[in-house]
């Protein structure tokens, strides 16, 4: 079986709206695009390095039309994009000139890719289809990539609905300009009880 691994850039509100450009994703009046661009350093290079290794991709469509304009020109940067299989939910589109790519519609048909063989499956942006994803409980690890600053509005990570469920850190960093980088592992379900205090 595959791991379906998101990974992803966002404030301390949560917001992972436009991380890389000022025109990549300027819905519902963006305006901070861009917003992680002074915070790269040599252990941010070194974490993101060992995430763009080839694998294939799960994205929603919105994203990938982003990508799909963008990637096929720039495989200097990111060779893995373009040679791995990039797999996007839709209801409105079913094929690309974008080679590797295969249009699926229905959570039925991610779970039936996810216990498919083949490399794992890393899913960027795409805010809509993490939201489903982790409703169905279908996320095995979280890539997060967390920036010292509040943007206010705009698409989160989060939202209401998503299935309970708790996470081990496994892996972390803190880059020289606060970006704190965190791996987090599906591990079973939430265990609550008791704070103890004393009176």
Known sequence: ??????????????????PGGRQEDTSEGFTYGGWTASYDDEIFTKVLQEELQPTDYLLGRKTFEIWEAYWPHHADFWPGINTGAKYV???TRDKSDWNNTTFIQTVADIEKLKHSAGADLQVWG??????LLL???????????????ILGSGKKLFADGAIPGKFNLTES???AKGVYIGVYKRAGEIITGEVPYEK
């Open 135 to 149: 409703q169905h409980d279908l996320v095995d690890e979280l890539r997060l990539k967390i920036y010292p600053l």
């Open 126 to 131: 795409s805010s809509q289809l993490i939201h």
């Open 173 to 175: 960093h803190i880059t």
């Open 89 to 91: 939910l839709s209801q």
């Open 1 to 18: 079986m595959r791991k379906l691994i998101v990974l992803s850039m966002i404030s301390l509100d949560g917001v992972m709206q436009a």
